[in-house]
Structure formats: structure tokens, C-alpha cells
């Protein structure tokens, strides 16, 4: 059985090789959960679950895959365990296409451990610069349809001489720009950032960042502000939905956020980006990707885990079909549901058994990404398929 592929209608003989290119840097994640409270100077405390996944980049480059689309990475890898682990998850699990990424011999891969309390997470990361600048590693990137890069002063894509100037040179092969925008600690949100939206085609930040860069008052004003420098604006603004507007196809819409109870944000953005991504090469109306996107969010936040709590079809179909088959018994709220997302009647039915789908009740410990129906055999966890590889334990 082969694995849904959502663009087979796009896709032409000839087209690009890859829907995604990212580049970045990857982190092996450790995560700690069930903590009652943060250990006190001198203590120890014990959490009820760790595991353990590939972080950084990764996160968006497992969402992008888990939703079916071709995605390569670009990344440095150490050549430590940490290293392998994350290099044969996102290889042989994810289906991740690392051609244009390397391994470093002596180079550490950089750690982070996240600790969630209540609903809230702090972080420790140890790490070292990359052996060799991103731009090198790449060269010319491959063909692809899309890219997503974040936008920074540090490496600006308007810069012939920036080591983001590989984005650059995808954009003059035909592939979109979608740019986001990371969190700026020395609080100076320089507005002369936006700048560089000219040479992309979507702006998807959230409306914190949104409200800082533009010194607007509320997000849907900072979204106006956005939509004055790029084609389609997208600002989230977490469990209150997210807003956007296409200037290419007239459209402006808002759409509220599925209610769910939110466990891990971690990644919660990427999965986000994911989403609208493939809303935008699939050519769906702004409103339909909007809620694509949050629904991934959603989907992805009630699970611990980071970037392997990230969903796939499999689990899209799931829940598409519990709220079609309760419509009309669960009251507005779950009518309004089977209406926003009605959409997906036409996409879930298209599913193979086999689709992704993350394994229940565990910190995504194995991913259901084999082209085989999934099964259940004593000596494995439900839910896990049983001829996926035996990847070392990411939860206890």
C-alpha cells in the first residue's frame, strides 16, 4: 500500500523534486512531564514520563512529512549517538530526504531538556555552532515547491552575502517563500525586519510578534500592517484562532480555534505552518486552510512530545470522523465543527488504513509511518505498527 500523498492531483512530470526545503538546526529533545513543580535549589524530584525526539527544525520537517508532503532538510549532525538517534528517526521513520545535510565528526549535537509544569514548560540547551555555514552545505538547493524559512537581522534574506541567500536562489527557481519569526529577547522588534517580506510570498507569525513589529494595537491591525508588505498574512493568536488575507485571491477570513485542552505546546506553530502550507499548494480557500492549520495545531498540543507529537492523516481522519458521525448530538458547537471542517469529506475518504498515525497514549513513542495496516501483537504497544523499525525507547 502506498503512502497517502494529498498533492498526487498537483503533481507533473518534470515538477520539483520536493514539496519542503528547510534548513536549520536540529536538537535532540528530552522531555520531562508530569512534573509536580520545579525541582527546588539542591532536591530531586521524579517526573511521571520523559521522552525523547528530535527538536529544533525537525519539528517542522516531521510535520511537513507527517502530513505527506516531500520534504528534504538541510542540517549538521554530530556523529555521536544523540547524533544517529535523531539522524535514523527522521531518515528511516519520518521519511525525511537529508541529501543535503552532513555529519561532523568531534561536534556535539546540541541537547535540550524541556521540563513541563502545569501546562508550561522551561528549558536547558547545551550546544556549538555549526562546523560549516548553512549556505555551504547547501549549495544550490533542490527544486522544490516550497520554503520556509524564519526571518532575522542576524541573517537577512535580502543579503547577497547572508547565509539565508539560499532561500534566495529557491525563490528564482520557482519555489514560494513562507517566512515566520522567532521571539526577540533584547526587545528592540526592529520594524526595518519586515523589510524583507518582499521577497516572500506568506508572513506567519503570532500576534505578539505580530503587534511588536508593526506597533499596532491588537492583531488584526498588525495583520493589516502585514498585509501592506506580503501577498498572504497570516497571524495566530492561539486559542483564540488565527486571521488572515490573501491579496492574490481577494479572500480575508478568521476562523476560531478547535477547543481542545492543550497539554505541550512545543512545535505548536510549526504544525501550524505545516497545515497552511499544504492548504497553499493544494489551492484550497484561505478560510479552509486556516482551519487545516489550527486543527494540526490542536491535534498536536494535546500530546507530549515535541515535534513526534505532530499528526498524520491517519489521525486527522480519526478525528474528522468522530465529529462528522456526532454531528447533530453534541450540541452548536459540534455542528459548527461539522461545518468548518466539512471540507475534509473530501480528502479523508481518500485515506489509506495505513496512513501516519501516531501511536495512542504514549509520547509519540513509535510512529505508525509503515505502508502496513496497523495491528495489534502482544509485545508491542496498541496502536504501534508492528513491522515499523525498532527505534531505541523514547518513553518510559
Keep these: 500500500m502506498q503512502a497517502y500523498d494529498p498533492l498526487a492531483g498537483e503533481r507533473t512530470p518534470g515538477g520539483p523534486q520536493f514539496d519542503v526545503f528547510l534548513a536549520g538546526t536540529v536538537f535532540l529533545d528530552i522531555i520531562f512531564t508530569g512534573l509536580p513543580a520545579m525541582p527546588a535549589a539542591g532536591t530531586e524530584i521524579w517526573a511521571e514520563g520523559m521522552g525523547s525526539c528530535p527538536g529544533g527544525i525537525a519539528n517542522l520537517a516531521i510535520a511537513t512529512s507527517r502530513l505527506g508532503l516531500r520534504t528534504s532538510l538541510a542540517a549538521a549532525f554530530g556523529d555521536d549517538d544523540y547524533g544517529d538517534f535523531c539522524w535514523r528517526t527522521l531518515a528511516e521513520q519520518e521519511s525525511v530526504d537529508l541529501s543535503r545535510s552532513r555529519r561532523f565528526e568531534h561536534w556535539h549535537s546540541p541537547v535540550t531538556v524541556s521540563m513541563a509544569v502545569d501546562r508550561d514548560r522551561s528549558m536547558v540547551t547545551h550546544g556549538h555552532p555549526s562546523p560549516m555555514p ?37 525563490r528564482r527557481d520557482g519555489s514560494l517563500i513562507f517566512a515566520d519569526v522567532g521571539w526577540d529577547p533584547s526587545g528592540a522588534w526592529s520594524r526595518s525586519l519586515l523589510d524583507q517580506l518582499s521577497l516572500c510570498h506568506a508572513f506567519m507569525p503570532n500576534a505578539i510578534e505580530a ?6 494595537d491588537s492583531p488584526r491591525d498588525a495583520l493589516y500592517a502585514i498585509a501592506d508588505k506580503v501577498t498572504v498574512a497570516v497571524v495566530t493568536d492561539g486559542a483564540n484562532g488565527a486571521m488572515a488575507i490573501d491579496s492574490e485571491t481577494g479572500e480575508e477570513a478568521f476562523v476560531p480555534a478547535p477547543r481542545v485542552t492543550a497539554l505541550d505546546p512545543t512545535g505548536a506553530g510549526d504544525v501550524f505552518g505545516a497545515g497552511f502550507v499544504l492548504g497553499t499548494l493544494s489551492h484550497w480557500p484561505l478560510a479552509d486552510r486556516l482551519a487545516f492549520a489550527q486543527l494540526c495545531a490542536a491535534l498536536a498540543v494535546q500530546q507530549f512530545g515535541g515535534s513526534l507529537a505532530a499528526p498524520g492523516w491517519g489521525d486527522i481522519a480519526d478525528w474528522w470522523h468522530e465529529v462528522r458521525d456526532s454531528a447533530g448530538h453534541t450540541g452548536a458547537y459540534g455542528n459548527s465543527l461539522a461545518r468548518r471542517y466539512a471540507f475534509l469529506d473530501r480528502l479523508v475518504p481518500a485515506v489509506p488504513v495505513g496512513a501516519v498515525r501516531r501511536a495512542a497514549a504514549t509520547i509519540a513513542r513509535y510512529a505508525d509511518v509503515g ?10 504497544p496498541e496502536g504501534e505498527d508492528p513491522d515499523s523499525p525498532r527505534l531505541p525507547a523514547q518513553k518510559e
Design 134 to 170: 548553512t549556505s555551504e552545505m547547501i549549495g544550490k538547493p533542490p527544486c522544490s515547491k516550497a520554503v520556509i524559512v524564519p526571518l532575522s537581522t542576524e541573517e537577512p534574506l535580502d543579503s547577497p552575502d547572508s547565509p539565508c541567500n539560499w532561500a534566495e536562489l529557491a
Design 211 to 216: 503587534m511588536a513589529y508593526t506597533g499596532s
Design 371 to 380: 505502508p502496513k495496516t496497523p495491528a495489534t501483537r502482544p509485545d508491542r
